[in-house]
C-alpha cells in the first residue's frame, strides 16, 4: 500500500532522515515510535506531501504521488500535532469549510459532517466555537477533519499526546473502528508501550533510520528477549559456565555479580534451552536459569540505543 | 466526489470571515475621510458658482481630486486587508492542513485573493454614494464615472495582490504589512517618476544636440529624439490612469500633460511626435498591464506557496 523508498531529508547540515524505508500493508494500524527529533514529523510530512525530501520516493500503491497534488490529496488524510483554528468558527463549520475544499457542499456537506461529529463523538458539540473545545475535543475533530474526504490512508502526528486516560481510550476506540473499516492507519508516538495497547504492527525508528518493524507480536516477544537471562551457577563453576557462554552465538555480553550471571541473548527459546543443555553437557552446576520479565520500555531503549535489532 | 467550481476558501472568507464588524468600521473611516473632500467640492462650488466654464472645470478637478483621495485612502487599506491573507493561516497553523486538501495553492491563492479584493470592491462601494453626489451638478457623465470606477477596481486589483503575494512570501504578518506597505508606496513613487525621469533625461540630450547644431542655422525635428514616447512609461501608475481616464473629457489627458512637461522641460523646439493614438490608449494599456503584473504575482505566490516544487527550485546544486 505505502512504500517509503530510501528516504533522506536534511535541514541544514542536520540529517533527519537517514536512508529511511517503511512498507505499510493495507489495513495496518501502525505505531510509528521514535524519541523526540527521531524523524516521526518529517517522515509524515514528506508522505502526505508538504515536505520535498532530499532523496528517495514514496509510493502508494505502487504510484508515486508526490507530484500529483490531487490524487494524493484524495488518497491521505493528515492530522498534525498541532490544532490550527480559524477565529469565530463552530466545529460544524470547521468541518464544512474543510468539506469544501474537498468540493463537498450543501446537503451532501451537512450530511457527511454530521455523521463525522457523530463517528468521534462531538456531536452535542457541533454548534461549540472550536476554541472551546478541550484538548480531547479537538483532538477528535481534527480526527474528523482528516476523515472528511474519506481518505485510505490516515496519518496521525501524536494525536494521543495531551489526551487523559478516557480520552486516550475514546480515541483508540475510535481508531479501531477506523481501522475496522479498512482504513490504512499510521500513528506516530514517543511512547512504545501506549501504542501496543492499540496498534497491529510497530516501527521504530531512531535517529532517521528504520531500527524494526514487527507486528504487535513479534514486538512483545521482540521485548520478552530484550532482557537478559539471569544464570545462577555453583561459585566454582563460573570459569566453566563462561567457557560455554562464550562459544554461543546468540551472547552478546556477560556481567558476572557473585555467582549469578546475566547474559544479554538474543536467541529465542529454542536456542536458550540448547545454551541450557549445553551447559548441562559441558558440566555446569545450575541453579537458576530465566528471563527476566521483558518490557516494552526496555525493548524501546535497547533498540535506540543498540542500534538495530531487526525483525521481520 | 463531486467537483464544483465553488472555491471552499473564497466561500468561507464571504461567509464566515464577513460576519466581523471590522469590515463597518474601515467602511465608516473610509467614507468619513472622504468627507472633507466633498464639503470642499460643494463650497468651492458655492464660492465660485456652478456657471460657465470655470464651473465645469472646478467640477472635473474636484472630480478628480476625489478620486485621487479615494485612491491614495486604499492604498493604506488594501495592505491591511490583504498582507495578511496567508500568512495569517501559516501563523495559525492552518495552512499545512489547507495544503494537504484538493486545493492547489493556485486555488488558495486565488480564494485569498479574492476574498480580499470584493471585500475591498465592497468598501470602495460605500462610498459610491458620497462620490455621485458630483451628479448634483453635472460635470461627469455617468460612463465617465463607470469609467473611472473601471480603472480604480483595476488599481485595487493590483495593489491587492501586492499584500498577497507578500504574506505568501513571508512567514509572518507584520513582516508581510510592512513589506507591502513598502513595495506599494515605492511602487507607486517609482513609477510616477520613472516617465519623467527619463523625458528629463532625453530632454537634456535634446538640449545639448541643440546646443552643438544651433550655429549651423539647420535644426529640425529630425535632429531631436521624441520624449513623448515615454510618457507611456507612465503605464504602471494607477493614478496616471485615473488621471488620463477623467482628464479626458475636459482637456486634460496624460498626452497633454506629457507635452506640456516636454515643453517646460526642454522649453526649446516643438518636438513632440504626433503619436495621438498611441496615448489615447494610454487608460486601456494601462488597466491591461496593472492585470498582467497582478496576474503574474498572484501566479508566483502560488508556486511559492507549494511545498512540494518550492523546494525543487531552492534546491541548492
Ligand atoms: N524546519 C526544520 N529546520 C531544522 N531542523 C528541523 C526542522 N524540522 C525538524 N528538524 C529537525 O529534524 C529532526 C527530526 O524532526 P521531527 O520533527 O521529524 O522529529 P519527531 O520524531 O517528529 O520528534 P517529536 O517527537 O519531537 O515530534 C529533529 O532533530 C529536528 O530538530
Ligand atoms: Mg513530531
Known amino acids: 500500500m505505502i512504500e517509503i523508498k530510501n528516504l533522506y531529508k536534511r535541514y541544514g547540515r542536520f540529517l533527519a532522515l537517514n536512508d529511511f524505508s517503511l512498507d505499510i500493508e493495507q489495513g495496518e494500524l501502525l505505531g510509528f515510535v521514535g524519541s523526540n527529533g527521531a524523524g516521526k514529523t518529517t517522515t509524515m510530512r514528506i508522505c502526505v506531501g508538504l515536505l520535498q525530501a532530499d532523496g528517495g520516493e514514496v509510493l502508494i500503491d505502487g504510484k508515486n504521488l508526490l507530484n500529483d497534488h490531487r490524487a494524493l490529496a484524495e488518497k491521505v488524510g493528515y492530522v498534525p500535532d498541532y490544532f490550527g483554528v480559524y477565529k469565530s468558527l463552530t466545529a460544524s463549520e470547521y468541518l464544512h469549510f474543510y468539506a469544501g475544499a474537498y468540493g463537498i457542499y450543501g446537503k451532501e456537506a451537512d450530511v457527511l459532517c454530521d455523521e463525522l461529529l457523530e463517528l468521534v463523538n462531538l456531536k452535542n458539540k457541533k454548534d461549540t466555537d472550536v476554541n472551546g473545545l478541550s484538548r480531547g475535543m479537538k483532538q477528535r475533530l481534527c480526527l474528523a477533519r482528516g476523515l472528511v474526504h474519506n481518505p485510505d490512508i490516515l496519518f496521525l502526528d501524536e494525536p494521543a499526546s495531551g489526551l487523559d486516560p478516557k480520552a486516550r481510550y475514546e480515541l483508540k476506540e475510535i481508531l479501531k473502528n477506523l481501522s475496522s473499516m479498512g482504513k490504512t492507519i499510521v500513528i506516530s508516538s514517543h511512547i512504545l508501550p501506549e501504542l501496543a495497547e492499540m496498534c497491529t504492527t510497530v516501527a521504530i525508528i531512531n535517529k532517521g533510520h528504520l531500527v524494526l518493524k514487527g507486528t504487535i507480536d513479534e514486538i512483545h516477544r521482540a521485548a520478552a528477549m530484550s532482557s537478559p537471562l539471569m544464570i545462577t551457577v555453583a561459585e566454582d563453576h563460573i570459569d566453566k559456565a563462561f567457557d560455554v557462554l562464550q562459544n554461543n552465538l546468540f551472547v552478546q555480553k556477560v556481567t558476572a555479580q557473585g555467582n549469578i550471571l546475566s547474559v544479554v541473548f538474543t536467541g529465542d527459546q529454542d536456542a536458550e534451552s540448547q545454551l541450557l543443555s549445553d551447559m548441562v553437557t ?26 538495530s535489532v531487526k525483525e521481520n | 466526489m463531486k467537483k464544483t467550481k ?24 473610509i467614507n468619513m475621510l472622504l468627507i472633507p473632500v466633498v464639503l470642499g467640492f460643494f463650497l468651492a462650488i458655492y464660492i465660485q458658482g456652478n456657471s460657465g466654464e470655470l464651473g465645469y472645470r472646478i467640477l472635473a478637478n474636484y472630480f478628480i481630486a476625489m478620486m485621487f483621495t479615494e485612491a491614495g485612502i486604499i492604498a493604506f487599506i488594501v495592505p491591511a486587508v490583504t498582507a495578511g491573507s496567508v500568512s495569517l493561516e501559516k501563523e495559525r497553523q492552518t495552512l499545512d492542513v489547507l495544503l494537504t486538501t484538493r486545493l492547489t495553492t493556485w486555488e488558495i491563492i486565488k480564494g485569498k485573493y479574492f476574498s480580499s479584493y470584493l471585500t475591498i470592491v465592497l468598501l470602495v462601494l460605500s462610498t459610491m454614494p458620497m462620490m455621485s453626489l458630483v ?3 453635472g460635470g461627469i457623465g455617468i460612463w465617465q464615472m463607470i469609467y473611472v470606477f473601471i480603472v480604480l477596481y483595476v488599481y485595487i486589483a493590483m495593489i491587492a495582490s501586492f499584500g498577497v503575494f507578500f504574506s505568501a512570501l513571508t512567514k509572518n504578518t507584520v513582516a508581510s504589512v510592512v513589506l507591502t506597505y513598502i513595495f506599494t508606496l515605492s511602487y507607486l513613487v517609482f513609477t510616477a517618476v520613472l516617465p519623467w525621469i527619463v523625458v528629463g533625461g532625453i530632454e537634456l540630450v535634446n538640449l545639448m544636440i541643440y546646443e552643438d547644431h544651433k550655429y549651423f542655422n539647420f535644426i529640425t ?3 531631436l529624439i521624441p520624449s513623448d514616447y515615454f510618457i507611456m512609461l507612465g503605464i504602471g501608475n494607477p493614478f496616471y490612469a485615473i488621471f488620463d481616464s477623467i482628464g479626458h473629457t475636459i482637456g486634460y489627458s496624460i498626452e497633454g500633460i506629457g507635452i506640456q512637461g516636454v515643453n517646460s522641460l526642454g522649453e526649446i523646439l516643438p518636438h513632440t511626435s504626433d503619436k495621438n493614438i498611441v496615448f489615447r490608449m494610454f487608460t486601456p494599456i494601462s488597466m491591461v498591464f496593472q492585470l498582467v503584473v497582478t496576474f503574474i504575482l498572484l501566479k508566483i505566490s502560488a508556486v511559492f506557496l507549494n511545498p512540494v516544487k518550492a523546494k525543487k527550485n531552492k534546491k541548492r546544486k
Open chain 1, 282 to 307: 559441558s558440566g555446569v552446576m545450575i541453579k537458576g536459569f530465566h528471563r527476566q520479565e521483558g518490557s516494552l520500555e526496555s525493548l524501546f531503549m535497547q533498540v535506540v540505543n543498540g542500534g
Open chain 2, 6 to 29: 465553488r472555491n471552499a476558501v473564497l466561500f468561507k472568507e464571504m461567509t464566515v470571515d464577513m460576519k466581523k464588524p471590522k469590515i463597518l468600521i474601515i467602511m465608516l473611516l
Open chain 2, 135 to 137: 451628479f448634483i451638478y
Open chain 2, 221 to 223: 525635428d529630425q535632429h
